[in-house]
């Protein structure tokens, strides 16, 4: 008889935090390679799009309400937090690989991978920290730096997409033409501040 690999091999476990553009995006991705992901966030609007990318939602409950953060996470309580740890601890410890995302404007990202967990995962396993530059998600996370900790590999590199220039210019580039899109028309600039868009970037200075 012939076989396949197909159910034979056990699917990678992939636990990604945090599911804005990044993180949906990584669930997007460890799904297209096959294996099982699970994804948290403290915003509820991210639960049917986690869903709609095949990942199971893991969530928290008692977030402090999200709705007027325009797509952000917003800052959660400390008790909140130390929830959300707990939870996320008994998810980490069978994860093959944890992509951490969750970055609050303006302030120090939250710690939702502590060195305890981070002692209590397999040996071999990866930590990605996308948000190493704003103190990392993970508590033993170096930012710019490859370390491998109790076993376990933490790679804290919040600029991935320099890695990947021609791709990171073309996606800026398109965001950029976009924008300009909905601030020049028929060749002159009219700013509507009735788009969300528009009156969330303008700004003026004081002369």
């Not at 008994?90 to 690989?97: C, G, L």
């Not at 530059?133 to 900790?149: D, L, Y």
């Amino acid at each position: 008889m012939m076989i396949t690999a197909a159910d034979n091999i056990k699917p990678a476990k992939v636990l990604v935090l945090g599911a804005g553009v990044a993180g949906l995006q990584a669930i997007a991705t460890a799904r297209r390679l096959g294996a099982q992901v699970e994804a948290f966030d403290t915003r509820q609007a991210a639960k049917e799009e986690v869903e709609s990318l095949g990942a199971r939602f893991v969530e928290v409950p008692g977030a402090k309400d999200d709705t007027g953060a325009g797509g952000y996470a917003v800052a959660q309580s400390e008790e909140f937090l130390n929830r959300q740890r707990t939870k996320v601890q008994a998810h980490a410890n069978k994860a093959d690989v944890v992509i951490t995302t969750a970055q609050v404007r303006g302030t120090k990202a939250p710690v939702l991978l502590t060195k305890d967990t981070v002692e209590k995962m397999k040996r071999g396993a990866v930590v990605v920290d996308l948000a190493a530059s704003q103190g990392g998600n993970c508590e033993v996370t170096q930012n710019g730096k490859t370390i491998v900790h109790h076993g376990v590999i933490i790679l804290g590199d919040s600029n991935l997409a320099a890695t990947a220039p021609q791709d990171a210019s073309f996606l800026f580039s398109n965001n950029v033409l976009n924008l300009l899109k909905l601030i020049v028309v028929k060749g002159e600039i009219q700013l509507d501040l009735n788009n969300e868009i528009i009156k969330s970037a303008f700004f003026t200075a004081a002369t």
